[in-house]
């Protein structure tokens, strides 16, 4: 199971640091990715991290601004966002992907990912 936390209602330029904690389960096990899902809108990508970490990607809107990490002692990925704007409110998902396989868009498409988290509300006012 995933659950999110972190998520609250901000002002433009705020921070904030999103947590995706696995329970019954180990995380560092996966990759893991960020999706974000505004009002009306669809599902879209936000970020993505390779079971070590050391590979991550980003959505052009994510890039510069987010930051994704994770701790496996801890079992948990993090989003850590600055410079936020309004157009960043939306509901924030973590999903895991148990595929090996190579490229970006075994991250980026959510596809790929077969276990989702509830997902965590931010709001951005300007």
């Known amino acids: 199971q995933l659950v999110e936390s972190g998520g609250g209602l901000v002002q433009a330029g705020d921070s904030l640091r999103l947590s995706c904690a696995a329970s019954?389960?180990?995380?560092?096990?996966?990759?893991v990715g960020w999706f974000r899902q505004a009002p009306g809108k669809g599902r879209e990508f936000v970020a993505a991290?390779?079971?070590?970490?050391?590979?991550?990607y980003y959505a052009d809107s994510a890039k510069g601004r987010f930051t994704i990490s994770r701790d496996n002692a801890g079992n948990t990925v993090y989003l850590q966002m600055y410079s936020l704007k309004p157009e960043d409110t939306a509901d924030y998902y973590c999903?895991?992907?148990?595929?090996?396989?190579?490229?970006?868009?075994?991250?980026?498409?959510?596809?790929?990912?077969?276990?989702w988290g509830q997902g965590t509300q931010v709001t951005v006012s300007s």
């Open positions: 999903a895991v992907s148990t595929t090996n396989s190579p490229g970006s868009n075994a991250y980026t498409l959510a596809r790929y990912y077969g276990y």
């Open positions: 019954g389960g180990t995380l560092s096990k996966w990759r």
């Open positions: 991290t390779s079971r070590d970490g050391a590979v991550t």
